[in-house]
């Protein structure tokens, strides 16, 4: 294709975005909106409360992020986004950067783990957007350091995760220091049906923008099942391994777990590093840095890195224990797939998940074809399968922060 001319450019025309947003998109080579940004973006700008749902990398980030800059080029006060993990944070906060760039909007990212002071210093430059995680935010806020009574703009990423049960406390107590009167805009890949009741008693007539149901997974990531015990998953691993070539996200349920997977992928001869909580703000940056540019092929990670991280290539995701939180499998393997892009995606269920299987099918809408390897011995689910209650009380149980 010939270099990008006016006539490619012309996607993002439309949609109310302001010429000198236009200009910026054109120059970071963003063409065409994606159905999400199509939609969400002139309902934003307009004001409105917007809850989006859209599979994983479709480009949720730009379909607030534009609207938000905008709007705050035109009026007083603050935007506020809140996000689940740090990693999200700074990704996010990248974005606003890029796109409010020419207006020169400040912004600050709060966020555990790293120094309170230097965030202190952000605060006191008067940054227009804030980008922060719950709990490091109620600290500013309890420190006196931020006042959110300016806030006009309220974004919550990952919505159905921020209000689950483990954030919602959090979440309403930051609630409580923002004006009622602001615009409020959710945006996930994943909306359970009782979160979204909660959403919109936070909501002013919010308008849904639903590009696919709910659970749906990103379009283009094949999926397989293999029935292995627990004994055998290390070898089954060490068979994948050696079969793919690109770069692998693998996800563990618990951080002891990640550890051990670690080091066992390290003896199997494979540059690996590892994503948990167990790991200062400053090494998980470097796992996640050093996965992007190739340091790693593989990255060790607990369910901090299912919800938003972006990068671009990922080949297989391997879930090598099943999330706790069905919803999260939507989210882990859209870390492939982006954008359009071609992705797989492994699980290893062991004999007695059969019922985990089902609850992720239902939630996905698809079957999961399983697979075997001509190495590893044959398993098979054990029978019954009570699919539904087994679900609900999946749900119901207060969150863990096994992460
Ligand atoms: P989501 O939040 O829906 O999972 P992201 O906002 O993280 O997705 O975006 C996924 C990737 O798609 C990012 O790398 C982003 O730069 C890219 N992207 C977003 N919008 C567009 C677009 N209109 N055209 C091309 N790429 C885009
Ligand atoms: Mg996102």
């Known amino acids: 294709m010939a270099p990008h ?36 973006i002139p309902a934003a700008i307009a004001g409105t409360d917007i809850i989006g749902v859209a599979q994983t990398g479709t480009g949720k980030t730009l379909a607030f992020a534009i609207p938000m800059i905008q709007r705050l080029e035109q ?34 990212v709060l966020i555990g783990g790293a120094s309170m002071y230097h965030q202190v210093q952000s605060l006191k430059a008067n940054p227009r957007i804030i980008i922060a995680t719950p709990g490091r935010l109620i600290d500013h806020l309890e420190q006196r350091n931020v006042n959110l009574g300016e806030v006009k703009v309220l974004v919550l990423d990952e ?12 979440i309403e107590r930051v ?46 990531v094949t999926q397989e099942v293999f029935i292995v015990k627990q004994d055998s998953k290390r070898k089954l691993l060490e068979k994948l391994l ?39 703000l400053a090494q998980r940056r470097e796992a996640l840095e ?30 090598y224990d099943l999330p706790d939180d069905t919803g999260n499998y939507v989210h882990r393997i859209g870390r492939t797939g982006r954008i359009g892009r ?26 999961l074809p399983i697979s075997e390897h001509p190495e590893i011995p ?6 019954p399968q009570v699919v539904f209650r087994s679900n609900r009380f999946k749900r119901r149980l207060p969150h863990r922060r096994a992460f």
């Open 5 to 40: 001319t006016q006539q490619n450019s012309t996607g993002f025309y439309g949609l109310g975005i302001a010429p000198k947003i236009l200009a910026t998109l054109d120059r970071l080579k963003f063409q065409t909106p994606t159905p999400i940004q199509h939609k969400a």
């Open 175 to 220: 609630l409580r220091t923002i004006p009622k009167d602001r615009q409020t805009m959710l945006f996930s890949a994943t909306m359970p049906r009782e979160i979204l009741g909660l959403a919109t008693s936070y909501m002013k007539l919010p308008v849904h923008v639903e590009i696919a149901p709910s659970g749906t997974a990103a379009e283009r």
């Open 75 to 108: 009026e007083k006060g603050r935007g506020l986004v809140l996000l689940p993990t740090r990693e999200l944070a700074l990704q996010v906060e990248e974005v606003f950067q890029k796109v409010g760039h020419a207006s020169g909007m400040k912004t600050a």
């Open 378 to 383: 044959t398993e098979r689910f054990a029978k």
């Open 342 to 367: 071609e992705g797989h995606a492994i699980s290893f269920a062991t004999p007695d998940q059969g019922n985990d299987v089902k609850g992720i099918e239902s939630l996905i809408k698809t079957a």
């Open 242 to 280: 050696a079969q793919y070539h690109g770069t692998v996200l693998l996800f563990s349920r618990t951080r002891i777990g990640a550890r051990k997977i670690t080091r066992a992928i390290k003896d199997m001869g494979h540059r690996v590093s590892e994503i948990h909580s167990d790991k200062t």
């Open 159 to 170: 919505a159905d995760r921020m209000l689950d049960m483990g954030f919602q406390p959090q």
């Open 290 to 319: 050093g996965f992007k540019s190739g340091k790693y092929r593989v990255l060790v990670a607990t369910d901090i890195a299912a919800r938003g991280i972006d990068v671009t290539g990922i080949e297989l995701v391997l879930n």
